[in-house]
């Protein structure tokens, strides 16, 4: 453990005021929920939206509400994304079919979405990861010759818009999470939006029947809370960083989650929420400005639609090599830069996926997972930690193979 200056790789801070309104919402739930309700139908346009205790838990909530009024059973996901897609397929008691995904847009590659949508898709859901506006126009017409649905997974992107239009509110449902690393975040939290009167008549059935969060639940939200208000801070988190047991930043597939209504604590955590958004926003896209102008010109930045609106998460970047990556993630945790490996695998290699995709290989998914990297853009991050991740990622390409050889610390100076 190196006591220093560590950015994590993504960070929505809460400040001192939200922890007393989350203590506030415990005493009055039903009116804090439906103000945030309101807030987030009139922000975003609209006409329903529904709070949840995760992200995963709306999309569970999303599928099942499709779920009782088909009898397709089959969710495209990309074969390139968070495993928390696939859980919630798998929990909602549906199929996972994986398409691949083109490696320099993060989005589904659209020739083997085509071939890959059928009579039995359900929906297809089509996540804006790291924020990468996703191409829902050629997604939703290739939707519309099968009559599935289009789940626009905004979890990574709220308060991100295209063309003028927020992401999350372009598909026939969308939703958004409130998680840990969010652009905003109430701990954990999940938000589903929809203008569809249908898509919500469906959704408020499976709604009405979802229990309130179990004390337990409750209580483990308010300490992750908690601790990441104290230890988020990149002159405290060495501290969790340097602790593996803690698991940080750690890709899981795991079916061992509530999906549960939001409680009065969770929206009261929210009270600030647009002003939290905004700024937060503000910050990644000027960081993201910042990256831009000094990353070395070989440095492959996967924005393809980059613009004044798009808030990046965090910035994809695609090493060279397997090597390259291996080598920067390496360097950079020892200097606490923030970098994260993002996802270790394509989702057909996770084992509960695995038996259903044996024979197929999904190329485009099996590059990101092997080269991609994030650089982070939140709001703890400054200019000056910008030129030292600049400065590590221009080290890399030509140089591998020797700073591999030699041991990379010794051959990677990075300005403190
Ligand atoms: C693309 C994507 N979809 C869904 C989720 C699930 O959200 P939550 O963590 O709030 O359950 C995540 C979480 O990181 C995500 O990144």
Redesign the pocket.
Known sequence: MKIQRHLPPTAAPLFFPDLMNGIAGLLRPAQVCANLERELKSYFGVRHAFLLT????A?VTVLNSMKARSSRRQIIIPAY??Y??PS?VHKAGLDVVLCDVDPHSLDFDLAKLQAVVGENTLAIVT?H?FGQPADLKGIKAIAKTSGAFVIE?A??AMGGRVGGQWLGTQGDVGFF???R??NVSAG???VIVTNSDSMADALAVVYKGLPAEPASGLLANALTVVATKMLLHPLLYWLPAGLPFLGLGETKYSLD?PVCRMDGMRAGLLSSWRSRLEESNRCRIKTHQLFRKRLPSFAHIIDARPSDQSAYLRLPLLMPTAQQKAALCLIANDYGLGVSASYPAPISMIPEVASTHQSQRFPGAEALAARLVTLPLHCYVTEDDVDRIAMAVSRFPGEAEEAIAQGYKQTCVIAK
């Open positions: 995760s992200g995963k838990a999309l994304s968070c928390s897609v919630a996540p990861l997974d979890a990574q999470s409130l998680g690393g969010k954990s939290g999940g989650y």
